[in-house]
């Protein structure tokens, strides 16, 4: 069974796609994940993501057509995959199309998880983070024991730039203009599924898995 999610910062994705590789053992592709994992090792890549990240733009098509080119080579012999923040635009979607023909795969089914833009702009900027051990928390629905502590290794937490409320607004409005026309993209392919991801997270990940159970 391979996936994507399609959906805007916020919304969940990250969470619900690990849960999806607990519960399917697949594999999961995070291009947030490897471009903040480069940041943090200041790489060359991470140098050049920082750049646009801490803008609340995206990286230019043919740098993550390239990383994800190289990503999937890792991982195409697995029984299955999630991808998460890729493809965020039209030319990047096509480019997956071939990747996906030159690895003989195809996708089964896009996840959209719908989220309104207020509801993400309070999710993320009550998002906080530790600068030692990478660990995330959220101040209403996952506070730290102690304010402003990290439970892990007691380093101070702070809000990464693109959990600030210009960024993030930002964000949103490239999400708007750049990938939403995903959805319409894939609904022709009839590939498309959508969760109302303003529901708790557990019930999301219910809803989800209704709809993955078809494909086991």
């Given at each position: 069974m391979?996936?994507?999610?399609?959906?805007?910062?916020?919304?969940?994705?990250?969470?619900?796609?690990?849960?999806?590789?607990?519960?399917?053992?697949?594999?999961?592709?995070s291009?947030?994940?490897?471009?903040?994992?480069n940041?943090a090792q200041?790489?060359?890549?991470?140098?050049?993501?920082?750049?646009?990240?801490?803008?609340?733009?995206?990286?230019?098509?043919?740098?993550?057509?390239?990383?994800?080119?190289?990503?999937?080579?890792?991982?195409?012999?697995?029984?299955?995959?999630?991808?998460?923040g890729?493809?965020?635009?039209?030319?990047?979607?096509?480019?997956?199309?071939?990747?996906?023909?030159?690895?003989?795969?195809?996708?089964?089914?896009?996840l959209?998880?719908?989220?309104?833009?207020?509801?993400?702009?309070?999710?993320?900027?009550?998002?906080?983070t530790?600068?030692?051990?990478?660990?995330?928390?959220?101040?209403?629905?996952?506070?730290p024991?102690?304010?402003?502590?990290?439970?892990?290794?007691?380093?101070?937490l702070?809000?990464?730039?693109?959990?600030?409320?210009?960024?993030?607004?930002?964000?949103?409005?490239?999400?708007?203009?750049?990938?939403?026309?995903l959805?319409e993209?894939?609904e022709?392919?009839n590939?498309?599924?959508?969760?109302?991801?303003?529901?708790?997270?557990?019930?999301?990940?219910?809803?989800?898995?209704?709809?993955?159970?078809?494909?086991?």
């Amino acid at each position: 069974m391979n996936l994507l999610f399609i959906g805007p910062p916020g919304s969940g994705k990250g969470t619900q796609s690990k849960l999806i590789c607990e519960c399917y053992n697949l594999r999961q592709l995070s291009t947030g994940d490897i471009l903040r994992e480069n940041i943090a090792q200041g790489t060359e890549l991470g140098a050049i993501a920082d750049n646009y990240i801490s803008k609340g733009q995206f990286l230019p098509d043919d740098i993550m057509i390239d990383l994800i080119e190289k990503e999937f080579q890792k991982m195409c012999h697995c029984d299955g995959f999630i991808f998460d923040g890729f493809p965020r635009t039209i030319p990047q979607a096509d480019a997956f199309d071939l990747i996906l023909q030159k690895h003989n795969s195809k996708l089964n089914v896009v996840l959209v998880l719908d989220v309104i833009d207020d509801e993400l702009i309070h999710r993320l900027t009550a998002r906080r983070t530790c600068p030692k051990c990478g660990a995330s928390y959220h101040l209403m629905y996952n506070p730290p024991k102690n304010e402003g502590i990290c439970d892990v290794d007691n380093g101070e937490l702070y809000q990464r730039d693109d959990d600030k409320e210009e960024t993030i607004a930002r964000r949103l409005e490239i999400y708007h203009a750049r990938t939403k026309p995903l959805i319409e993209y894939f609904e022709k392919f009839n590939l498309t599924r959508h969760i109302d991801g303003m529901l708790p997270p557990n019930v999301v990940f219910e809803k989800i898995t209704e709809v993955l159970d078809k494909y086991r």
